[in-house]
């Protein structure tokens, strides 16, 4: 239960944190100051907005107090866009470790990452010495090997025979060398469990980037974790929680001196919503769309 509370001598009643509030929390008492609403401090979710949207800082829940938000502070929209455009995936890095210092601000990132339903059940794995990835490295590729010569799956050998033979020769094929990575799990019952860690692998890319890191999403490493379940125990992922998605981080070794020239996507620009008419058969075709792969 959160403990909500108004300062009156700075309140000037002006009612955004009560039209802000996602949870119904706050309401406006007889004097019009606002204050908790009948069981609102059971509803709140502890987003905090109201502490942010609140223009003289007069609201504090729990310990959280406005005095020690930041100000905002907004990169120009270009400088934005231009960190989206040259961000790369790396497949290369250098051997270097990443420092503590950046270690530290990608940490100090990550509570401001949104989740859904304010469900702050993300868990984090960061493999910040080389050493340990290293034994993971070994560790997945004489698993691997053992699966691919496996007779009871000659399908699978078949289809991944040229990574077999990388695996063989000692090359690295699924995490490219990187000396780190970071693994993002969700709580099982988490409202958003496959959402939320996209989400933050995301912040964690841009942000990474800014800092001259490279990263790379590795699904071959999310199959691992999938098809490894000791690969959760090693990388320590807290009971109840399911690793989601796996990003190798490190110093690039290459370096691209321009942007690529992506296709773009197919856009629908909606004006007006026409009259839509459905046979059952395209219903339950889109549902099956819907769900597939959900």
Same mark, same amino acid.
């Given at each position: 239960?959160?403990? *909500?509370?108004?300062?009156? $001598?700075?309140? @000037?009643?002006?009612?955004?944190? *009560?039209?802000?509030? +996602?949870?119904?929390?706050? $309401?406006?008492?007889?004097?019009?100051?606002?204050?908790?609403?009948?069981?609102?401090?059971?509803?709140?979710?502890?987003?905090? #907005?109201? +502490?942010?949207?609140?223009?003289?800082?007069?609201?504090?829940?729990?310990?959280?107090?406005?005095?020690?938000?930041?100000?905002?502070?907004?990169? =120009?929209?270009?400088?934005?866009?231009?960190? +989206?455009?040259?961000?790369?995936? @790396?497949?290369?890095?250098?051997?270097?470790?990443?420092?503590?210092?950046?270690?530290?601000?990608?940490?100090?990132?990550?509570?401001?990452?949104?989740?859904?339903?304010?469900?702050?059940?993300?868990?984090?794995?960061?493999?910040? #010495?080389?050493?340990?990835?290293?034994? *993971?490295?070994?560790?997945?590729?004489?698993?691997?090997?053992?699966?691919?010569?496996?007779?009871?799956?000659?399908?699978?050998?078949?289809?991944?025979?040229?990574?077999?033979?990388?695996? $063989?020769?000692?090359?690295?094929?699924?995490?490219?060398?990187?000396?780190?990575?970071?693994?993002?799990?969700?709580?099982?019952?988490?409202?958003?469990?496959?959402?939320?860690?996209?989400?933050?692998?995301?912040?964690?890319?841009?942000?990474?980037?800014?800092?001259?890191?490279?990263?790379?999403?590795?699904?071959?490493?999310?199959?691992?974790?999938?098809?490894?379940?000791?690969?959760? $125990?090693?990388?320590?992922?807290?009971?109840?929680?399911?690793?989601?998605?796996?990003?190798?981080?490190?110093?690039?070794?290459?370096?691209?001196?321009?942007?690529?020239?992506?296709?773009?996507?197919? *856009?629908?620009?909606?004006?007006?919503?026409?009259?839509?008419?459905?046979?059952?058969? =395209?219903?339950?075709?889109?549902?099956?769309?819907?769900?597939?792969?959900?």
């Amino acid at each position: 239960m959160s403990k *909500i509370e108004i300062n009156k $001598e700075k309140c @000037i009643r002006c009612g955004a944190c *009560i039209k802000d509030c +996602i949870a119904y929390s706050i $309401e406006a008492g007889a004097d019009l100051f606002p204050q908790p609403a009948n069981r609102g401090e059971e509803r709140c979710i502890g987003c905090t #907005h109201c +502490i942010a949207v609140c223009p003289v800082g007069a609201i504090s829940i729990n310990d959280k107090n406005p005095e020690n938000s930041l100000n905002p502070t907004l990169p =120009k929209s270009d400088e934005v866009l231009g960190l +989206i455009q040259t961000r790369r995936s @790396i497949r290369q890095y250098k051997s270097e470790e990443i420092s503590p210092e950046l270690f530290a601000k990608l940490k100090s990132m990550l509570p401001y990452i949104p989740t859904g339903c304010n469900a702050n059940t993300l868990h984090f794995s960061f493999v910040e #010495h080389s050493s340990a990835m290293d034994t *993971i490295r070994n560790y997945v590729r004489v698993k691997l090997l053992k699966i691919l010569n496996s007779s009871f799956m000659p399908k699978l050998a078949n289809k991944f025979a040229k990574y077999k033979t990388a695996f $063989e020769n000692g090359e690295d094929v699924i995490f490219r060398g990187a000396p780190h990575m970071v693994v993002v799990s969700s709580h099982i019952h988490a409202p958003c469990a496959n959402v939320d860690p996209i989400i933050a692998l995301s912040y964690i890319e841009l942000y990474a980037h800014s800092l001259g890191l490279g990263t790379c999403w590795c699904g071959f490493a999310q199959a691992c974790f999938k098809l490894l379940p000791k690969l959760s $125990e090693m990388v320590q992922i807290p009971d109840g929680y399911k690793p989601v998605y796996v990003m190798l981080l490190g110093y690039p070794a290459v370096k691209y001196h321009r942007t690529t020239q992506p296709d773009s996507f197919p *856009i629908t620009e909606i004006k007006e919503i026409q009259d839509v008419k459905m046979s059952w058969t =395209k219903k339950a075709r889109r549902i099956l769309l819907n769900f597939i792969r959900g």
